[in-house]
C-alpha cells in the first residue's frame, strides 16, 4: 500500500528494476508485483519524491511493503504580480490604463523621421533612376521602327511596358482599398456609441478615421492592440475636433 502523510495515494508507478516489470497503485493505494528476494523496487510520481526499496526476507515472506512517500517540492523562478483593476470591459478599462508617454514619443519621433525623409527626396522626384533609365532606352530600342522586324523581342517589348506602370502606385491602391476595409472594420468592432463617447458625430466617424491613418491605426488595429488604438483615438479625438471648430 502507498500513501503520504493524509491520504493513500493512486496511479503511483512500482517497477521492478531486476525484471523491468512494472504497475501502479489503484484508487484505494494498493499495487501488485512479482519480486524475488533481493530485487529492489522503484515508487514514482510527479507529485512526490522518488523512492527505492530492497526486497528484505521481512518483506518476501510478508507478502507486504507499506510505504509513506513525500511530496515533492519545486522551486519556480521568481514572478512580480501587479495589482490591476481591469474586469475585461474596453470601455471601462481604458479608462484605468496609464499613458504610454513612451509609445506616445515614439510615434511622434516616427512622424519627423517620415517627414525629413520626405523633405530630403524633394530635389530628386523627378530624376529618374538608372533601373527606369535602362528600361526607357531597351523599349525605344525594341520599338523603334527602322529596325528590322526580325531583330525584335516582342516578349521583351511586352514586359518593358508593363514594367513602366510604376509598381509603387499599384501597391498603393491595394494598401488603401486593404485600409479601408479595416476601418470599415474598426467602425463595427468599436460600434457608433463609442464614438460618441468621444463627441465624435456618425456622419464625422469616416473622416475621422481617415485623419488617424497617419497614426497608423490599421497596424494597431491588425496586431490586436487594442488598449493602444483606443488610447490612441482618445487623443487624436480632441486634436480632431479642434481642427473641425477651427473650419
Do not use: W
Not at 12 to 17: G, Q
Not at 125 to 152: C, Q
Request: with cysteine; proline share 2%.
Amino acid at each position: 500500500m502507498v500513501r503520504d502523510s493524509l491520504n493513500l495515494i493512486k496511479d503511483v508507478h512500482v517497477i521492478n528494476l531486476n525484471t523491468l516489470k512494472g504497475t501502479y497503485s489503484n484508487d484505494y493505494g494498493q499495487y501488485r508485483i512479482t519480486v524475488s528476494l533481493g530485487d529492489t523496487l522503484e515508487f514514482t510520481s510527479v507529485q512526490f519524491e522518488t523512492v527505492k526499496k530492497i526486497i528484505t526476507d521481512r518483506i518476501f515472506f510478508s507478502k507486504k511493503l507499506k510505504l509513506i512517500l513525500k511530496n515533492k517540492n519545486y522551486v519556480l523562478n521568481e514572478v512580480i504580480v501587479k495589482k490591476h483593476d481591469l474586469i475585461g470591459d474596453l470601455r471601462i478599462d481604458r479608462k484605468k490604463v496609464p499613458k504610454d508617454t513612451i509609445a506616445l514619443k515614439g510615434r511622434k519621433l516616427s512622424n519627423i523621421i517620415e517627414n525629413i525623409s520626405k523633405e530630403s527626396q524633394k530635389g530628386i522626384l523627378n530624376k529618374p533612376s538608372i533601373k527606369h533609365s535602362k528600361l526607357a532606352e531597351t523599349s525605344m530600342r525594341n520599338t523603334d521602327p527602322s529596325r528590322s522586324f526580325y531583330g525584335v523581342n516582342l516578349m521583351g517589348v511586352v514586359n518593358g511596358m508593363f514594367s513602366l506602370i510604376p509598381k509603387k502606385k499599384r501597391k498603393k491602391l491595394s494598401t488603401k482599398e486593404s485600409n479601408e476595409l479595416l476601418k470599415n472594420k474598426i467602425l463595427t468592432d468599436f460600434g457608433n456609441s463609442f464614438f460618441e463617447e468621444l463627441n465624435i458625430d456618425n456622419n464625422q466617424i469616416i473622416p475621422f478615421l481617415e485623419y488617424c491613418s497617419q497614426f497608423n491605426i490599421e497596424e494597431l488595429y491588425k496586431e490586436n492592440k487594442r488598449l493602444d488604438l483606443i488610447k490612441l483615438l482618445e487623443d487624436e479625438s480632441i486634436k480632431f475636433l479642434i481642427q473641425l471648430k477651427q473650419k
